[in-house]
């Protein structure tokens, strides 16, 4: 086997199509989206390089329109996850021992496959199965995937290229990075493809094997992801797919002796959970599991009293309400200086009267459908709740309807209490909850935004005043892993931004970057003395 030092392409962020009427994408996107609708597929799992399939099959039905069968699934057990893992560990000793750059070469090309022929296919499916806008839809499962891709195969290259600095004289110290002994557990949310492709790849790419485990609301993009694997050379058994329950999975997985690591993206309340399920059961591992997870968001932006409005306006609109709210970096708190509230209202007002709502073919839509019965019931449930309270006035939305979809207008209300419950809790939809505070209160206010939930993922503040940015920017610094001046707190751009939060978000370990991938490997240090001592004596030892 030839060798050498290899130098990886340069990456660069997969630049953003714009789908303008009359652009070549916006045709052939639609295109995609019309061949969806007009077929009907049956979605395998895929385990050891076979496609499984089961009798017990699950409907797919876009969010917003619920009267349409897209594809059935087709439901697996526990025996499945048992076949996944006998076939990721079967796939280990080859994968592990596979030339990096070959690892690297095979998401490379994942990456070129998805900026290119997979292109539309990716997107339509994310928008149809996750009712996604074409812009949105783009961002994610193409752009960000891609640059997951390209991205992580720069940090494994600087990763094998970190070595000890000194090499006394006669000796030679090198350092290795390992796979983890054993197989990852990958469990994926519903909100971004690139999420969903990231988390299994990213341990993958390091030469772990690993059991992919997606939520249900995104399994019919999921399966293009596995398809671009397949066709880029991804060996038979590396990511295995499964869709079984979780109490399923992790009744099999928790249990195993041979689960080494979790790269987890979902609730705080599963994550830990699924923290407690491995500490009772630490004993039963060959190693200390690595816990990898991003978890909710509570997200706040802080308007100062010198802020441009349009600035805050824009921020606060999108960053509120792009994908219905169902980001984890969403803004779904927002504290406003009470000098500039009456003009920043009227002009979020008339902003928000603008917006179309409606299904994803429909290009002119900014909102579309959330993404389940569960998820539009808990969100009209706090709608309802806000029009009822004589403390909170609803200032924009309100309505909602699951007639043909799971529709819910964008919602804005007003409380007096900083401690209103959908200030501190996450509801994940397009509901927006605003405070109005004492221009002479902004100190307090500051306190108020880092104490009043549990979590750490995004935050931002609006302001021209530099000294107040530099205030708000200490004074938050345990409140957000990812904190933005001047702009919304969403839009975590893979090479420039790495996303993460602490706190009750999760760990921090920064998808997009070099330390999460770092969490994939376990080092060993290598002494190799080029000139062995021959005598135990040392020369102190030696008569004066």
């Known amino acids: 086997m030839t060798k050498g030092f290899f130098n990886i392409p340069t990456p660069v962020n997969e630049p953003v199509l714009s789908y303008a009427p009359g652009s070549r994408e916006r045709s052939l996107l639609?295109?995609?989206?019309?061949?969806?609708?007009?077929?009907?597929?049956?979605?395998?799992?895929?385990?050891?390089?076979?496609?499984?399939?089961?009798?017990?099959?699950?409907?797919?039905?876009?969010?917003?329109?619920?009267?349409?069968?897209?594809?059935?699934?087709?439901?697996?057990?526990?025996?499945?996850?048992?076949l996944a893992i006998d076939a990721a560990l079967?796939?280990?000793?080859?994968?592990?021992a596979l030339a990096w750059e070959q690892r690297a070469a095979i998401f490379l090309k994942?990456?070129?496959?998805?900026?290119?022929?997979?292109?539309?296919?990716?997107?339509?499916?994310?928008?149809?199965?996750?009712?996604?806008?074409?812009?949105?839809?783009?961002i994610d499962s193409a752009c960000e995937l891609i640059d997951f891709l390209r991205f992580n195969v720069k940090y494994m290259a600087e990763i094998y290229a970190q070595q000890p600095p000194v090499s006394p004289s006669g000796s030679w110290n090198r350092l290795e990075q390992r796979p983890l002994e054993g197989f990852v557990f990958a469990l994926t949310p519903f909100n971004f493809t690139a999420i969903s492709g990231n988390l299994p790849a990213s341990a993958a790419l390091m030469g772990n094997v690993v059991v992919w485990k997606p939520s249900n609301a995104?399994?019919?993009?999921?399966?293009?992801?596995?398809?671009?694997?397949?066709?880029?050379?991804?060996?038979?058994?590396?990511?295995?797919?499964?869709?079984?329950?979780?109490?399923?999975?992790?009744?099999?997985?928790?249990?195993?002796?041979?689960?080494?690591?979790?790269?987890?993206?979902?609730?705080?309340s599963v994550f830990q959970d699924i923290w407690r399920t491995i500490g009772n059961n630490i004993h039963k591992y060959k190693s200390y599991p690595r816990?990898?997870?991003?978890?909710?968001?509570?997200?706040?932006?802080?308007?100062?009293?010198?802020?441009?409005?349009?600035?805050?306006?824009?921020?606060?609109?999108?960053?509120?309400?792009?994908?219905?709210?169902?980001?984890?970096?969403?803004?779904?708190?927002?504290?406003?200086?009470?000098?500039?509230?009456?003009?920043?209202k009227e002009m979020m007002q008339t902003e928000l009267s603008t917006f179309k709502i409606g299904p994803v073919e429909d290009f002119s839509n900014f909102i579309n459908a959330v993404i389940?019965?569960?998820?539009?019931?808990?969100?009209?449930?706090?709608?309802?709740a806000a029009k009822a309270d004589s403390n909170v006035e609803v200032i924009a939305g309100g309505n909602?309807?699951?007639?043909?979809?799971?529709?819910?207008?964008?919602?804005?209300?007003?409380?007096?209490?900083?401690?209103?419950?959908?200030?501190?809790?996450?509801?994940?939809?397009?509901?927006?909850?605003?405070?109005?505070?004492?221009?002479?209160?902004?100190?307090?206010?500051?306190?108020?935004?880092?104490?009043?939930?549990?979590?750490?993922?995004?935050?931002?503040?609006?302001?021209?005043?530099?000294?107040?940015?530099?205030?708000?920017?200490?004074?938050?610094?345990?409140?957000?892993?990812?904190?933005?001046?001047?702009?919304?707190?969403?839009?975590?751009?893979?090479?420039?931004?790495?996303?993460g939060g602490a706190r009750g978000s999760g760990t921090n370990d920064k998808a997009g970057s070099m330390i999460n991938l770092l969490r994939w490997v376990s080092p060993r240090t290598i002494k190799e003395t080029l000139s062995p001592a021959k005598d135990y004596r040392y020369p102190f030892h030696e008569e004066d």
Request: hydrophobic fraction near 40%; glycine fraction near 8%; charged fraction near 20%.
């Open 110 to 138: 994942a990456a070129d496959l998805i900026a290119g022929p997979y292109r539309y296919k990716i997107n339509a499916a994310t928008m149809i199965g996750q009712s996604k806008n074409a812009y949105q839809a783009e």
């Open 372 to 384: 389940d019965e569960k998820s539009f019931e808990k969100l009209t449930k706090a709608i309802d």
């Open 400 to 499: 909602y309807d699951k007639s043909k979809g799971y529709f819910i207008e964008p919602t804005v209300v007003v409380t007096k209490d900083p401690n209103y419950v959908t200030m501190c809790e996450e509801l994940f939809g397009p509901f927006l909850t605003i405070y109005i505070y004492d221009d002479n209160e902004f100190d307090t206010i500051l306190s108020t935004i880092d104490k009043t939930s549990i979590y750490a993922l995004t935050g931002a503040v609006i302001a021209n005043d530099r000294y107040i940015i530099e205030k708000a920017t200490y004074a938050l610094r345990n409140s957000a892993g990812n904190f933005y001046i001047n702009d919304k707190c969403t839009g975590a751009v893979v090479g420039q931004q790495p996303f």
């Open 90 to 96: 079967s796939a280990k000793e080859s994968w592990e």
């Open 30 to 82: 639609k295109e995609a989206i019309t061949a969806a609708y007009s077929s009907r597929i049956d979605i395998p799992m895929y385990i050891g390089g076979k496609e499984i399939r089961t009798d017990k099959k699950v409907e797919i039905r876009p969010p917003h329109n619920l009267q349409h069968v897209v594809a059935t699934y087709s439901q697996g057990d526990k025996s499945h996850v048992q």
């Open 218 to 268: 995104q399994i019919y993009a999921a399966r293009v992801i596995m398809e671009v694997f397949m066709e880029a050379g991804l060996p038979a058994g590396v990511i295995n797919l499964v869709y079984v329950s979780g109490p399923d999975a992790g009744e099999v997985i928790f249990n195993h002796p041979d689960f080494s690591g979790i790269h987890f993206t979902g609730s705080t």
């Open 291 to 344: 816990i990898v997870g991003e978890t909710g968001g509570k997200d706040y932006i802080l308007v100062h009293q010198s802020a441009d409005l349009k600035v805050a306006n824009t921020a606060i609109i999108r960053g509120a309400f792009e994908y219905q709210g169902q980001k984890c970096s969403a803004a779904s708190r927002v504290y406003i200086a009470k000098s500039i509230w009456p003009e920043l």
